[in-house]
């Protein structure tokens, strides 16, 4: 994940950096062609996150149940048994927290990613309009 993050910090920066004015069609095509590729690499990422955040919330629920279930069979009440559980399932939801943390950042900066990506497509029509624009008015008559 880190090496995708950085190539994406890259191109990030790249377009973040561009003066008023840049025209370079074909780099920006480049660009927009690369980090294309890499939300898609985010987007696989963010579904194996998801599918951890998952794994981790049935385990903490069935843990708790599990554990609830005991304490009910020696004799406890069903709102102290679920307190107790709770209490003893401590670490798996803090396992349930940091996978959904996780997902959680990858779906933004995949959120954030698809918003430059239209910014780009965006960016490169207006180029190209302007080229055609240009290129018109060079075979005008005089």
Same mark, same amino acid.
Not at 65 to 70: D, E, G
């Given at each position: 994940?880190?090496?995708?993050? +950085? ?17 370079? $069609? ?13 939300? @898609?690499?985010? /987007?696989?990422?963010?579904?194996? &996150?998801?599918? +951890?955040?998952?794994?981790? @919330? &049935?385990?903490?629920? $069935? ?5 609830? +279930? /005991? &304490? ?5 009440? /069903? ?6 559980? =709770? ?11 940091? /996978? ?13 990613? +698809? ?8 960016? =490169?029509? @207006? ?16």
């Amino acid at each position: 994940m880190k090496q995708t993050i +950085n190539k994406i910090s890259e191109i990030v920066e790249f377009w973040s950096g561009l003066k008023r004015g840049y025209n370079n $069609i074909e780099n920006l095509l480049y660009m927009e062609q690369k980090l294309s590729g890499y939300s @898609y690499y985010l /987007a696989e990422l963010l579904s194996e &996150f998801k599918e +951890n955040y998952n794994i981790a @919330y &049935f385990w903490r629920k $069935i843990n708790t149940n599990k554990r609830k +279930n /005991a &304490f009910i069979g020696t004799g406890k009440t /069903a709102a102290a048994s679920e307190c107790m559980a =709770i209490e003893k399932t401590e670490e798996e939801l803090r396992k349930e927290i940091d /996978a959904e943390t996780i997902a959680y950042k990858a779906e933004t900066l995949l959120k954030q990613v +698809n918003k430059i990506l239209d910014s780009m497509r965006t960016r =490169i029509s @207006y180029l190209k309009d302007e080229l055609k624009q240009t290129r018109f008015e060079r075979n005008l008559p005089k």
